[in-house]
């Protein structure tokens, strides 16, 4: 084989190499990208944040009305209802949600829940600088989750001191909707 044959293969295939080496984006559209969420990290929202938090983004796409949480991968209803609902009732509600035309919604595991209360923070017990509305702070919301041995009662969260108590299913109380995670198999 002639040198300049043999310089030009070498070319072809250095370009091979090169261009093959790049990422590859599946969607090729521009837009954010997020660093993978994992219940190992922890994303620390402070009051030098002035009124945002780098863990919370709210999601244009869905008019403002839905909150990607960045530590856990979890999008959380950005405003919950002001309602009260028996357990069974409060899975319904969040089963037939929808926001910005998107259902997909369920009540949240405890573990999901309470993975929003901030310990340092009282009133609410919720990330300085978070982007949430009508959190009611003074009573509890509902999990997905039994008490193990009392399947009559629920796990439950309440976001003034962040307590995590269970109570019988029959109670109302308030729900607020998630969408991804694992979820449960009862729901």
């Known amino acids: 084989m002639k ?24 969607d090729g559209a521009a837009g954010p990208r997020y660093a993978v969420p994992s219940w190992d990290q922890k994303l620390k929202c402070d009051k030098g944040h002035k009124g945002s938090c780098p863990r919370f983004i709210v999601l244009s796409d869905w008019d403002n009305a839905a ?6 991968g979890l999008v959380w209803e950005r405003a919950p209802s002001k309602q009260t609902f028996p357990w069974q009732e409060a899975q319904v509600h969040c089963n037939n949600l929808d926001v910005s035309h998107r259902k997909g ?17 009282t009133n609410p017990s919720l990330p300085s ?8 702070v003074n009573y ?18 309440e976001f003034h001191e962040g307590k995590v108590i269970y109570r019988e299913k029959t109670g109302k109380i308030y729900a607020w909707c998630v969408r991804g995670g694992l979820g449960v198999t009862s729901q």
């Open 3 to 26: 040198p300049g044959r043999l310089y030009t293969i070498a070319i072809i295939l250095s370009g091979m190499v090169v261009f093959s080496a790049q990422p590859a984006r599946a």
């Open 129 to 136: 600088g978070h982007p949430f509305e009508n959190v009611q």
């Open 140 to 157: 509890y919301y509902w999990s997905a989750s039994t008490v193990y041995g009392e399947p009559k009662s629920m796990w439950m969260v």
């Open 67 to 72: 909150v990607l949480d960045k530590e856990t």
């Open 105 to 121: 919604w369920r009540l949240p595991m405890v573990q999901e829940l309470a993975s929003l209360v901030d310990t340092t923070q």
